[in-house]
């Protein structure tokens, strides 16, 4: 009877876990999740991204789990700490930072949170106030509403062209490939689609690559010029 009680309650959790929609847990619940986000990112320990269209992603690390088994509020597993993290205080913060938060946590969440979407609105507000900073804000209002390129992603290969100087001898010349990719905000999206390994991938409409090879010389020279440009971004804040 043991055994089986167990397992019966242990399909239970998982039910529950996999029917848990993200913004039907309680205030408390709710308040306590976003207090340790806060902590969370103050500490380090959460980073956060801003993407191409000015939405924030919260990036949990691996050992998160460890962190949420000693930390979670009672009655909600670690899973669904993760959930409210990642599905439904990101929406929060783009609603609060709109002129019609209510349009927007209706476009963006389930229909079961329109009955407290007063509620929803508050939280929105709580969730500015707690995370965006002014940085942040600034960061994201930008994505929003520059007409231009912004920087997306980079990725970097280290390599070696074998050059000919003069004939019979050779040099091996290493170097690190740079691979910036740019983009438009609110460009709207493309699908490619690979027949080979039978994938599909969603492309900004005006995404540009840029590649370029660098020596490693260059990569200091190219980051004391960075850092430059930080300085006087810098003094002029000051």
């Known amino acids: 009877m043991g055994k089986k009680h167990t397992k019966t309650k242990k399909a239970k959790i998982k039910k529950q876990e996999k029917d848990f929609v993200p913004g039907t847990e309680t205030e408390d619940q709710f308040n306590k ?15 956060v991204e801003v993407d191409v269209d000015g939405d924030v992603n919260f990036i949990l690390p691996k050992e998160m789990d460890r962190l949420l088994e000693t930390q979670v509020p009672r009655d909600l597993g670690h899973k669904k700490v993760q959930e409210i993290i990642k599905n439904e205080i990101p929406p929060l913060i783009d609603a609060g930072l709109r002129r019609n938060p209510k ?3 209706r476009m963006t969440m ?8 007063d509620a929803m609105v508050k939280r929105s507000e709580k969730a500015v106030a707690n995370l965006v900073d002014s940085s942040l804000k600034e960061r994201i209002m930008l994505r ?14 280290q390599s070696t062209y074998h050059v000919e100087v003069k004939e019979g001898e ?30 599909v991938r969603p492309y900004l409409k005006d995404e540009l690559v840029v ?11 190219l980051i004391k010029k960075l850092n430059k440009i930080e300085e006087k971004i810098n003094k002029k804040g000051e």
């Open 144 to 157: 929003r509403t520059t007409p231009g390129y912004i920087f997306n992603e980079i990725n970097s290969i």
């Open 103 to 105: 349009q927007v946590i």
């Open 33 to 47: 999740v976003l207090s340790l986000l806060s902590q969370w990112i103050k500490a380090g320990i959460v980073s």
């Open 170 to 199: 050779k040099i091996d010349l290493p170097f690190i490939s740079l691979e910036l990719t740019l983009a438009k905000p609110r460009s709207g999206y493309i699908f490619s689609i690979n027949p080979r390994e039978r994938t």
């Open 211 to 221: 590649a370029f090879d660098l020596h490693k010389d260059d990569i200091k020279d």
């Open 110 to 117: 389930s229909e079961k949170l329109y009955k407290k979407i």
